[in-house]
């Protein structure tokens, strides 16, 4: 055999790379190549992709390099986005809920600043590979060119602190879609899962109402997940334009505070609103774990700490010990079969018009048999089974949200 100079070797994995959507990689289980073919054609939008969290960490993240989840969890990646055919999504600025007080304001306003500018300088760092999209027709306009949506949303809006302007500022940076609250009330909202604030607001608070108010002027869509559904019902009733569940279940299936009610759907739905479906195994099915492998977890994080505090040198080892622990003690999950049960639920009940996808990749998302964004064309293959028309999966796969961006826009418009 030949010696392959790095040279080399680097040329055929660049080839391999380049070739991996169509020819090498093999087509997810139950996915004919008409099927494939179908999805590689459609634009496909996921509303909630959590994979600027790993941008701040101290490692960073390559997004260029293909990546194994069952190594290291990650799920979304350049090389995963071209085999699953994911053209693009809204990446989220993400923060944690902290306290209510002007220290608590100033610390997380920073911490969500900066991930509005990493996610910036990534998609700089690649500006073959990615496009920062700030209008509704910026979608379609990118995905033609062959490169990588990228609309920024906000997951919880503490970092505003009590400036409702700071919105405007996060405007600039390119957020288009904004929820009020994570895990835990805050000064905007009450939380479906309200912590020791509780449910304070009933709803919405003042500054919250203000906040409703604010997105309509600039032209974001305001997102529902994670709020209470007295919340929701609230900003649907406000909202001068139809909302969004960005990464949200249905409760028909299995009651959970993370799933909406029939009736909320419907009306979610009247006012011209949709619900994107995570698949975060627990909001699917009540997911019971061994004691033995809740015990070993904490012990695992006792020993590390945050894993987005592991610096490189020791990375290795932790996901060494991490994956002993799956494989000893393995994590009880939710299935494929079992998200699109909840789909199809959805679907049937408020129509195509009103549903999508946000599966909360790399926010907790993933399960048996759709481990990362490489498995989405089993949805493609799966709805298309069901009957629903190139058309219907067109609307589900990103037209239903690119619609309510065109509608904040419409409006933000007719305010002049
Ligand atoms: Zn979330």
Known sequence: MARLTPTLLSALAATALAGCSTM?????????????????????IDTHLDTPAFFDTVRGYDITARHDVERDGTQVDYPRMVEGG????????YMGQGPLTPEGYRAIRDTALIRAMSIQKMVAAHPDKFELALT??????????GKKIVYV??????????????????????????????NGTNQLADSTNPGELGMKWGGLSPMGREFVKRANQLGIILDGSHSSDATIEQMIDLSATPIILSHHGADHLNEHPRNAPDALLKKLAAKGGVIHMNALGSFIKPLPQAKERT??????????????????????????????????FPENRATFEDYMQQVLYTIKLVGVDHVGFGADWDG?????????????PKITARLLKE???EED????WGGNVVRLLKAAEDYKASLK
């Open 24 to 44: 090498s990689a093999p087509l997810p289980e139950g996915v004919s190549t008409e099927a494939m073919a179908i999805h590689q054609r459609l634009m496909t």
């Open 153 to 182: 949303s906000i997951e919880n809006s503490y970092e505003l602190g009590e400036d409702i302007s700071l919105l405007d500022t996060f405007y600039k940076l390119g957020v288009r879609m904004a929820g009020p609250v994570h």
């Open 295 to 328: 015990d070993a977890q904490a012990a695992l994080r006792t020993k590390w700490g945050n894993p987005n505090l592991i610096p490189a040198d020791k990375y290795e080892q932790y996901l060494d010990e991490s994956n002993a622990l799956d494989k000893q």
């Open 393 to 396: 999966l067109q609307k589900m």
């Open 387 to 389: 009957g629903y028309t």
């Open 86 to 93: 994911l053209d693009g999504g809204f990446w989220v600025i």
């Open 364 to 376: 907790g998302g993933g399960l048996d048999g759709f481990r990362d964004i490489t498995a989405l």
């Open 136 to 145: 509704a027709a910026d979608a379609t306009r990118i995905n033609a060119s």
